[in-house]
């Protein structure tokens, strides 16, 4: 439901996971809604969706629906989410799952009511550089993680002329590049190094108004010499973590940032090595173990078949994947959750404990100090 870039996104996954996933079974992409006229006609044409619709409602009123990717805009992840987990279909939806960690937890409390599965679109843990991080940090090859910083760098609203579309309105877009891209930084936070205790934040908005779009838009357009607004969340975010095993952790995250497209990663610290990820070179890690402690080389290792789904794609190493190879994955471990029955890969409690501690996070940075992230 909706047809923007991310729904375009995952059409095309449910249309490649074929080619990478011969066991499990071929989707059939019945049904597309989007309410910005003509969106959902041309999404049926070029991916062969049997109806097209304008209203979501006519998707789950649809019997040969089973699934439903939900790729709206934040403000209707809760209302689309639990009427899909009711309606009895598996939920894949993006993140950050709605405007608040509320929402969050009533689209998981449906999905659990209703037996259904779900996957949330965090979808950079599934690189396979990410993969193998994970498990040298669990093996211990790095020695008990002590420190790391996580980034999630972008420039799309770093230019005056970006529209003031609902990503920048807290009614509709929610947190601003919390939920959006900070939303990432915690998930990776969990997924490398375990739950979060607690938080320290700040943040700031750099660009205080931007133009109203005078029509529908898609993307990060631009507009100019129009009606003016207020941008009412935030640019940026920087943030001191401490994990539930003692580790510590700067993240950062920014919309603004110039000179920066996608520069998302890690550096993570242990008492015997560390381990590096740039999302631009998403088939290196950069690892760092021994016993030599002071003056201990890196070693840039092109991940392969082995490192988590990699060999689904390429038979060797050094052979480049790309971000949709990710969504691909994610589409995949939703599938199987559905076919078995169990969940796979990210699920809509990972949603609901990203949206606890980014709620922690703007709490700090308004009180200024230091906040215990609760249990979610």
């Known amino acids: 439901m909706g047809f923007g870039w991310m729904g375009r996104a995952h059409a095309q996954a449910y249309a490649r996971v074929?080619?990478?996933?011969?066991?499990?079974?071929?989707?059939e992409l019945v049904a597309v809604a989007d309410d910005v006229p003509g969106r959902a006609e041309a999404a049926a044409a070029q991916f062969g969706f049997a109806s097209p619709a304008r209203d979501w409602r006519a998707v789950l009123a649809d019997p040969r629906v089973a699934a439903v990717s939900i790729t709206a805009p934040n403000f209707l992840h809760r209302e689309i989410g639990v009427a899909t987990a009711r309606a009895g279909?598996?939920?894949?939806?993006?993140?950050?799952?709605?405007?608040?960690?509320?929402?969050?937890?009533?689209?998981?409390a449906a999905v659990r009511e209703s037996g259904v599965q779900s996957a949330v679109g965090f979808n950079y843990r599934h690189a396979p550089a990410v993969a193998a991080a994970r498990r040298l940090i669990a093996d211990g090859a790095i020695g008990a993680v002590t420190h790391a910083r996580v980034r999630f760098f972008s420039d799309y609203a770093a230019h005056p002329d970006g529209a003031l579309t609902w990503r920048y309105e807290t009614a509709r877009g929610g947190s601003g590049v919390l939920g959006d891209l900070a939303s990432h930084a915690v998930d990776m936070v969990r997924h490398?190094?375990?739950?979060?205790?607690?938080?320290?934040?700040?943040?700031?908005?750099?660009?205080?108004?931007r133009v109203r779009p005078s029509g529908a838009t898609s993307g990060h357009a631009r507009a100019a010499g129009g009606e003016q607004g207020p941008v009412e969340n935030d640019d940026y975010v920087s943030a001191l973590l401490r994990t539930t095993s003692g580790a510590r952790v700067v993240l950062e995250a920014s919309r603004v940032a110039v000179g920066e497209q996608n520069s998302y990663g890690f550096e993570v610290?242990?008492?015997?090595?560390?381990?590096?990820?740039?999302?631009?070179?998403m088939g290196e890690l950069g690892v760092s173990q021994g016993d030599a402690y002071q003056d201990q080389p890196v070693s840039t290792v092109h991940v392969g078949p082995g490192a988590g789904a990699y060999a689904a794609f390429q038979p060797g190493a050094g052979i480049a994947m790309g971000y949709d190879d990710l969504k691909v994955v994610e589409c995949a471990e939703f599938l199987r959750s559905v076919v078995d029955g169990r969940p796979h890969g990210t699920s809509i409690d990972d949603a609901v404990h990203a949206a606890v501690a980014l709620e922690?996070?703007?709490?700090?940075?308004?009180?200024?100090?230091?906040?215990?992230?609760?249990?979610?």
């Open 18 to 27: 074929r080619h990478h996933y011969p066991d499990l079974p071929v989707p």
């Open 89 to 108: 279909k598996h939920v894949w939806i993006e993140k950050p799952v709605g405007l608040t960690a509320d929402d969050a937890r009533a689209v998981a």
């Open 192 to 209: 490398l190094l375990g739950d979060i205790a607690s938080v320290a934040a700040d943040t700031a908005v750099f660009i205080g108004r």
């Open 269 to 281: 610290h242990g008492t015997a090595g560390a381990l590096f990820w740039d999302f631009r070179r």
């Open 360 to 376: 922690a996070m703007a709490e700090s940075a308004a009180a200024r100090g230091w906040v215990d992230v609760p249990t979610s």
